[in-house]
């Protein structure tokens, strides 16, 4: 019996044409009843930081200066492989609606509705099978790994290099039903945006040649060898243009040429912060042994999603019969799957899309602090084995009585069952917090998610916990810089400068490539005004990264407290070279033209370090006592008022705004404001005085 092809679905009959419309509605709905929650979550403290509410660049939202940025290959304030469309992503949502996490997560949410919409639109589009593409196509939008992806912010170059994913293979089936030079460039512009928000898109071409075999039965020996024998039940309509092995690899090398150049952009963007080495160095055997686990652990994952967490600790051994029993079912599997591809091509199509486009990140190559598995590196993967179950459940049952009726009970069972884990998995997604508490739930050993947490019992000042917290880590794992660090960092809080020099000497041991170590040392002995000590560890921070802008600050300020006040304009000029909006190295430029008697020169720099962050008490503080020295009453009071809003214990802030007031004889906002100070420093001798005589003026004047 021939099989339909995709182009005649579309023309079968007016009375047809609006099925598949009504299965995206449907899909839309579903997915947006169980995504909804999301928009009244919060950025996680999880590389949400880096992408929008601490990224000055992002925040300042489609600006000249921002779109270099975005381009730029090796950035002085980015961690991250070079994604510049993400950027743009970014930095739109933020032009559109601020720094507001609802409006943020109601993008991701709409960039997920669309690559669910595109994925049925392409299957549709290549099959013909509605029903079989809109099964796929609702997997895919609630199977609960996917909410990592969805919920996260910062994956936000998940969903997007998906949408292109999507785009390119739409843009690769017109080229493929009718070959055209003007197709052909439009499938490589979208591929090279797509490579743009992420370069996971690196496989691609290679997932065009799986679909080359099926659904487009494009290979020729494919048809001659396989199609036409009376063995094989398959008979095809050509609807897609088929032609040699030759022509349909020839076809793939321009994208993956720019897949190369996409791979070997990524190392160049990645070399300032040596991303590309792990934090924890893991040898070669185990990442081969666990990726080999990892395969079967994702799948394993599709058919029973419990214990999802954001992140899955890398296991410090893998007992050897566990990768060689893997190897043995994936080489099991992938031999089965060969044998039946010729009844059945969807079966090779699927499972090597979802070995191949794994590869990537399944782990042999590491960068970064990197997990065992981790949820949101199936986004794509997965499609592959909800093309097999969407395809092969219903030629298992294609011998049961009442197929159809099986069928549409397993299909409304599995969508009720996965919209359900979807909903439960989004709640622990509301906050930091949750997500972190969620994550040592559900895992053991989980040092990341210790130290985490920690930080955000620190946000609520509750230091005992947030100390235990990053002590468990560091008995997880000894060698942990960032519990080491984050240690030392509590050890400052507490004034106990000796344990915090301790922990962060052990940090520079274990990791000594590490420039913000050499900064926040640097920090310490500043603090203990040991300044030549300082500088030193300052300059070692430069010296390991040439365009770390903090460091640069850093000696700037150093300078000034030893009076070499040319030294530390020199280095603040090259901080704001590598960072024009650099608002702490303007207030340190202030500051030594302060040293140096330039008044007027230091107020300009006050007055740009406050434009660039109006929340800058300190250079409030500057501008106000150079405004109160020049007689400027209104100004200075103007910026003690801010110093007051933004630091309300500042019990000098409100003296001076009650001086302000005295001044101009106002006794009875002066007597307030002294009072004020006092009720901050009781011990606070001047402000005694200062309300005393407040006091008697308004006694000898009452109003």
């Known amino acids: 019996m021939p099989m339909k092809n995709s182009s005649s679905q579309f023309v079968s009959g007016t009375h047809l044409a609006w099925r598949p419309w009504l299965v995206c509605l449907f899909l839309i709905i579903m997915t947006l009843a169980a995504y909804a929650p999301v928009r009244h979550h919060d950025f996680v403290n999880f590389d949400d930081g880096v992408y929008v509410y601490s990224n000055q660049q992002v925040q300042n939202g489609l600006t000249i200066d921002s779109i270099r940025w975005a381009f730029t290959l090796i950035k002085s304030d980015e961690v991250s492989y070079w994604h510049p469309v993400t950027w743009l992503s970014h930095m739109l949502d933020c032009q559109l609606f601020g720094v507001d996490p609802e409006w943020h997560h109601l993008s991701n949410l709409f960039f997920h509705l669309s690559n669910v919409v595109l994925l049925f639109l392409?299957?549709?589009?290549?099959?013909?099978?509605?029903?079989?593409?809109?099964?796929?196509?609702?997997?895919?939008?609630?199977?609960?790994?996917?909410?990592?992806?969805?919920?996260?912010?910062?994956?936000?170059?998940?969903?997007?290099?998906?949408?292109?994913?999507?785009?390119?293979?739409?843009?690769?089936?017109?080229?493929?039903?009718?070959?055209?030079?003007?197709?052909?460039?439009?499938?490589?512009?979208?591929?090279?945006?797509?490579?743009?928000?992420?370069?996971?898109?690196?496989?691609?071409?290679?997932?065009?040649?799986?679909?080359?075999?099926?659904?487009?039965?494009?290979?020729?020996?494919?048809?001659?060898?396989?199609?036409?024998?009376?063995?094989?039940?398959?008979?095809?309509?050509?609807?897609?243009?088929?032609?040699?092995?030759?022509?349909?690899?020839?076809?793939?090398?321009?994208?993956?040429?720019?897949?190369?150049?996409?791979?070997?952009?990524?190392?160049?963007?990645?070399?300032?912060?040596?991303?590309?080495?792990?934090?924890?160095?893991?040898?070669?055997?185990?990442?081969?042994?666990?990726?080999?686990?990892?395969?079967?652990?994702?799948?394993?994952?599709?058919?029973?999603?419990?214990?999802?967490?954001?992140?899955?600790?890398?296991?410090?051994?893998?007992?050897?019969?566990?990768?060689v029993a893997a190897a043995i079912a994936l080489i099991s599997l992938t031999s089965l799957i060969v044998i039946y591809s010729r009844q059945k091509p969807y079966l090779a199509t699927g499972w090597f899309w979802y070995v191949g486009t794994l590869t990537p990140v399944i782990g042999i190559i590491q960068g970064g602090l990197w997990p065992q598995i981790a949820d949101r590196w199936v986004y794509i993967p997965y499609i592959g084995i909800f093309i097999i179950l969407a395809w092969g459940v219903p030629d298992i049952l294609s011998r049961v009585h009442s197929k159809r009726t099986v069928l549409m009970g397993l299909s409304i069972a599995s969508l009720m069952l996965l919209f359900t884990l979807t909903s439960s998995q989004l709640k622990h997604w509301k906050n930091t917090k949750t997500l972190f508490q969620h994550t040592l739930d559900v895992t053991q050993n989980n040092y990341y998610a210790h130290v985490a947490l920690g930080r955000c019992f620190l946000k609520e000042d509750d230091h005992v916990q947030a100390m235990a917290h990053f002590q468990k880590a560091l008995d997880i794992l000894p060698y942990y810089v960032s519990a080491i660090e984050a240690i030392g960092e509590e050890y400052v809080f507490q004034k106990d400068y000796e344990k915090a020099f301790q922990y962060y000497q052990k940090a520079i041991l274990l990791n000594p490539l590490n420039n913000q170590l050499f900064n926040k040392i640097g920090n310490l002995y500043l603090s203990t005004k040991q300044y030549d000590k300082a500088i030193k560890h300052y300059r070692e921070a430069a010296a390991i990264d040439p365009y770390d802008p903090m460091a640069y600050n850093n000696l700037g300020a150093a300078y000034i407290f030893t009076d070499h006040i040319e030294s530390a304009i020199q280095n603040l000029k090259k901080a704001i070279e590598l960072k024009p909006d650099y608002?702490?190295?303007?207030?340190?430029?202030?500051?030594?033209?302060?040293?140096?008697?330039?008044?007027?020169?230091?107020?300009?720099?006050?007055?740009?370090?406050?434009?660039?962050?109006?929340?800058?008490?300190?250079?409030?503080?500057?501008?106000?006592?150079?405004?109160?020295?020049?007689?400027?009453?209104?100004?200075?009071?103007?910026?003690?008022?801010?110093?007051?809003?933004?630091?309300?214990?500042?019990?000098?802030?409100?003296?001076?705004?009650?001086?302000?007031?005295?001044?101009?004889?106002?006794?009875?906002?002066?007597?307030?404001?002294?009072?004020?100070?006092?009720?901050?420093?009781?011990?606070?001798?001047?402000?005694?005085?200062?309300?005393?005589?407040?006091?008697?003026?308004?006694?000898?004047?009452?109003?």
């Open 122 to 323: 392409l299957l549709f589009r290549m099959t013909g099978e509605i029903w079989k593409s809109a099964t796929v196509a609702a997997l895919f939008a609630l199977h609960p790994m996917n909410v990592d992806s969805v919920a996260w912010i910062a994956e936000r170059k998940n969903l997007l290099s998906t949408t292109f994913w999507m785009l390119t293979m739409i843009a690769y089936i017109r080229y493929a039903a009718r070959p055209s030079a003007w197709r052909y460039s439009i499938m490589m512009l979208v591929f090279a945006l797509g490579l743009m928000a992420k370069p996971m898109l690196v496989t691609l071409p290679c997932a065009l040649l799986l679909l080359d075999f099926w659904p487009l039965y494009r290979f020729e020996w494919f048809r001659k060898n396989w199609l036409n024998k009376k063995a094989s039940p398959i008979a095809v309509v050509p609807a897609f243009h088929v032609t040699s092995v030759n022509r349909l690899i020839l076809e793939k090398i321009p994208p993956l040429v720019l897949s190369f150049a996409a791979i070997q952009l990524s190392f160049i963007s990645l070399q300032k912060n040596s991303q590309i080495l792990n934090e924890i160095i893991q040898p070669y055997s185990l990442r081969i042994s666990n990726a080999l686990v990892s395969y079967l652990h994702y799948l394993w994952k599709i058919i029973w999603p419990a214990n999802l967490a954001v992140f899955y600790p890398f296991p410090s051994d893998i007992p050897i019969w566990q990768p």
């Open 583 to 703: 608002a702490e190295a303007y207030y340190n430029l202030g500051l030594a033209a302060e040293k140096s008697g330039n008044a007027d020169r230091a107020a300009i720099h006050f007055q740009k370090s406050v434009a660039l962050n109006p929340d800058y008490a300190e250079a409030h503080n500057s501008l106000a006592k150079i405004f109160f020295q020049d007689g400027n009453l209104p100004q200075a009071l103007q910026h003690f008022k801010q110093v007051a809003r933004l630091s309300p214990e500042d019990a000098p802030a409100r003296y001076n705004i009650g001086v302000i007031f005295y001044m101009r004889q106002q006794m009875a906002e002066a007597a307030r404001n002294f009072q004020k100070a006092l009720e901050i420093d009781p011990d606070y001798e001047k402000a005694k005085v200062a309300l005393q005589l407040a006091i008697e003026m308004m006694e000898k004047n009452p109003e």
